[in-house]
């Protein structure tokens, strides 16, 4: 039934869809597709054009021939007989593997820096003041060209190691550092070492329950059980003695000087050290100011009431401040490790072989397949991002501030 | 009174006595470094660390620097100058300070041009830096400054630049006309209306009226096309930025995705594979037969890619106002474009300077990754031209000392002066 404060009811006309504020938005959202994707039918008809007038097409069999280049560095069997698809495999596990890397270091540099940068010592917090400052402002591709050029202009040649007399020494006779990439001793695993390395990771674990087993002892009755002692001979003891046992199952081969280079041992090349490194201590620079400012945000009566509740300064850095302070670094430290995937494409600068270098790089130049692997490459970046955005998610929401 | 005292408990001091100066330990200097340096042991062996550390770090750099040689035609000739003593050879520098600053093509007799637009540049940006101290009139000089620069660096017809001024003043003139009726339509008036003055003026036969020498873009290098990608993109991105965070915020559900689809995928991925397109796949998208610029195709991509990052910063700002912001704005009367104008955007902006001052520095030093694609910035002449030539084959602390020491003075003098700026703009409680 209709009464006299319902407003007349007006038949739709074409002019609100520009002036009524309720059709508007409408309007606003039709144009806005319309044009989308008329930007994408002028690009696509180009691009159809463009490929016709040269005779090419889209097509990605490209993948499956066989790649008749060599990568320097791989993680899994490859020669230039495989397939671009395997090459390209290698390549993201090189990412991968430079990326992992420098996430770790770039972590323990800036936590170490961050830290030190509150120090009360003067001198200690100008230096680190000074660390940060100086590789914030600077591009990490001229930090990469730096320690790539010292991995290879300044560290001598391998024939420098050899004489009676020579010009340079092998790190206790076990680690050289020559301009072809540092030569590392290389783990031999003779029979038994697998029983080494189970007994390993079941002693890790028994540290975890140790500890657990403690806590749940000191919330129970109150007793407190030493943590640090009992934790580092689980984790070192029972690994030693089955070593030992065994008949020492896992030798170490050392690399030695043969013909005009090293043999044996691992190398690691320079221009992987150059870009891990690189990497790690401009991304340490930023990380050490989240820490700073994660410490900071952890209000001082915190550590007061703390304090005042008779806690001892390790266990108030343990049990109030870390917790909370962390709440604030975690999440910019996430997005500092994702900016490393994606600087870890400046690999190309340096001949490292990682994704960009051979599908976005080598593979590309022989096949001219331009289209194809830059749209692989971006999605695999794409991937990357996120998976990690995804994970962040997840951390957020299980931290957010629980309120009620 | 006093006597009393003093027969009958003769222990009570009556008179004070002067003033003693503090322990030498607990004054100046001595109790700084006791604090600071030697609080306790582990402090102390800190401190030590930091000496040693200091030490080689100055043992290495001062002899090399202060014996450096300024003057010679050769690194052999460094060499020999410096007959095995430690020392630079930063006659690099002073020989070849015009490739790197100004790329190895670009004419020499017109490098005052770039010099007067860099000067320029200063004049431009500075009432926009400092507000208080110059006058409002020099926004006007700050307005003409981009068609000024454009001008002085690739040279060419004056008319080119006087016509994209018009163009802009054309889309200005038609704004104001229609804006009173709705901003929408004066907004995309204005852009109508700007759009046909350049089709109409291109047009025009306008070759070589009033006309410098032209350069062409794959002359530019150096540090200058550091430069000029920084500046360029920065202020390119800006509105764009603004455009696709508010886009974002926007309850209109198909321009929210299209906002988001395109940061989320540009801030995916990195900004190299961006420049690859740029370099070998743009072309294909590109009408046959047109033949971009290449320093014009990797200027739209980082401006893509800058665009990204600002418009989450933005975002950011936008989500930290308070709600009752937007509420007021409401119902005060105003609609969409002007509550926005008016009071959104002039306080998430403010909030958002320190992030938008990070992505302009972290975006000023990305440019260097142009040199992947073979453009010849600073650091594509340090190791393409220089250090390939025979001259200065292993010149290679003084070359990319010099590089860093650049970005460092512009990147740190821009992050100093966001500070500064933080603390201008801090009108809550102090």
């Known amino acids: 039934m209709t009464t006299l404060s319902d407003p007349p009811r007006e038949s739709f006309r074409l002019s609100m869809l520009i002036n009524d504020t309720r059709y508007r938005a409408y309007t606003f959202q039709f144009i806005a597709l319309m044009l989308v994707l008329a930007l994408f039918a002028y690009l696509g008809s180009n691009l159809v054009a463009n490929l016709r007038a040269a005779g090419l097409n889209i097509s990605y069999e490209f993948l499956g021939e066989s790649s008749n280049y060599d990568i320097n560095q791989t993680l899994i069997d490859y020669t230039s007989q495989s397939s671009h698809l395997r090459a390209s495999i290698v390549g993201v596990l090189n990412t991968l593997l430079v990326a992992f890397l420098a996430c770790v270091t770039a972590t323990i540099i800036g936590v170490i820096a961050g830290v030190a940068r509150l120090s009360p010592n003067w001198l200690v917090r100008k230096l680190m003041a000074g660390y940060v400052e100086a590789f914030r402002n600077v591009p990490v591709l001229i930090w990469i060209i730096i320690i790539f050029t010292i991995m290879t202009a300044v560290l001598p040649a391998p024939s420098a190691f050899r004489g009676e007399d020579p010009d340079a020494s092998m790190l206790f006779g076990a680690v050289a550092f020559t301009n072809r990439g540092l030569y590392l001793p290389a783990p031999i695993w003779g029979p038994g070492s697998l029983v080494v390395v189970l007994v390993f990771i079941a002693s890790i674990v028994g540290v975890f329950a140790y500890r657990r087993y403690a806590t749940k002892l000191l919330y129970d009755t109150g007793k407190l059980l030493p943590m640090g002692w009992p934790s580092l001979a689980i984790f070192i003891l029972p690994t030693l003695l089955v070593y030992f046992l065994l008949g020492r199952p896992i030798t170490l081969e050392y690399p030695e000087l043969a013909g005009f280079n090293f043999q044996g041992g691992t190398q690691i090349l320079g221009s992987l050290i150059a870009l891990w490194w690189a990497l790690a201590i401009y991304t340490g620079a930023f990380i050490a100011e989240n820490v700073r400012a994660g410490i900071q ?26 917790p909370q302070a962390l709440r604030v670094i975690i999440p910019p430290l996430i997005s500092n490790y994702l900016n490393i995937t994606k600087n870890s494409s400046l690999a190309i600068a340096v001949g490292y072989m990682d994704v960009t270098g051979t599908l976005g790089g080598i593979t590309l130049n022989q096949t001219g397949r331009a289209i194809e692997a830059i749209l692989l490459l971006m999605l695999f970046y794409l991937l990357i991002s996120l998976a990690i955005s995804a994970l962040m998610n997840v951390y957020n929401n299980a931290m957010r501030l629980k309120e009620r | 009174m006093s006597d009393t005292h003093q027969q009958s408990i003769g222990y009570v001091r009556d008179s004070m006595l002067p003033q003693a100066t503090p ?36 043992a290495g750099f001062l002899p090399w620097f202060l ?39 670009y004419p020499s007799e017109l490098y005052w041009r770039p010099t007067l637009a860099f000067v320029l540049l200063f004049v431009a940006i500075a009432p926009v830096l400092f507000r ?154 590109l009408p046959p037969g047109t033949n971009f610029d290449l320093i014009l195709r990797v200027i739209i991509m980082i401006t893509m890619f800058a665009s990204a990052y600002i418009a989450e910063v933005i975002r950011g700002g936008l989500a930290a106002l308070p709600r009752g912001q937007y509420e007021g704005a409401e119902s005060l009367g105003l609609d969409y474009a002007q509550s926005m104008r008016l009071i959104i955007l002039p306080q998430a902006l403010k909030i958002s300077i320190p992030g938008i001052v990070n992505v302009a520095v972290g975006l000023f030093k990305d440019t260097t990754l142009v040199s992947v694609i073979s453009m010849f910035d600073l650091v594509g002449m340090i190791r393409g031209p220089i250090l390939a030539s025979t001259e200065w084959n292993g010149v290679y602390w003084e070359l990319l000392g010099f590089a860093a020491l650049l970005f460092f003075v512009v990147c740190y003098g821009i992050s100093q002066y966001s500070q500064w700026l933080e603390r201008q703009l801090q009108t809550d409680h102090r």
């Open chain 1, 297 to 322: 945000a952890v209000s001082k009566g915190q550590t007061e009431a703390a304090a005042s509740l008779g806690l001892r300064p390790k266990r108030i850095m343990n049990l109030v401040v870390l």
């Open chain 2, 23 to 58: 322990p030498a330990s607990e004054t100046g200097a001595v109790k700084w470094v006791r604090q600071n340096l030697f609080l306790n042991i582990p402090n102390s062996i800190l401190t030590l660390v930091a000496i040693f550390v200091l030490y080689k770090l100055l």
């Open chain 2, 67 to 105: 014996n450096g040689v300024w003057d010679a035609p050769s690194i052999r000739a460094c060499r020999e100058v410096l007959d095995g003593d430690a020392g630079g050879c930063f006659a690099v520098l002073t020989e070849r300070w015009n490739q790197l600053l100004f790329g190895f093509k």
């Open chain 2, 132 to 285: 208080k101290v110059f006058p409002a009139q020099m926004l006007i000089f700050t307005a003409l400054y981009p068609f000024i620069a454009y001008f002085l660096i690739w040279g060419g017809s004056i008319l080119i630049p006087i016509f994209a001024l018009l163009g802009f003043v054309a889309g200005y003139l038609v704004y104001s006309r229609f804006v009173t009726q709705s901003f929408a339509m004066g907004f995309f008036g204005g852009i109508v209306a700007a759009f046909v003055f350049w089709w109409i003026t291109g047009l025009l036969p306008i070759e070589g009226i009033l006309a410098l020498e032209p350069v062409a873009s794959r002359d530019m290098g150096g540090f200058m096309l550091n430069l000029i990608l920084g500046t360029v993109c920065v202020s390119l991105s800006i509105p764009f930025g603004i455009a696709l965070a508010l886009g974002r915020q926007s309850d209109m559900p198909i321009i929210k995705w299209i906002c988001v689809v395109f940061i989320e995928f540009i801030r995916g991925v990195p900004l190299i594979t961006l420049l690859f397109v740029a370099n070998v796949v743009l072309a294909y998208f």
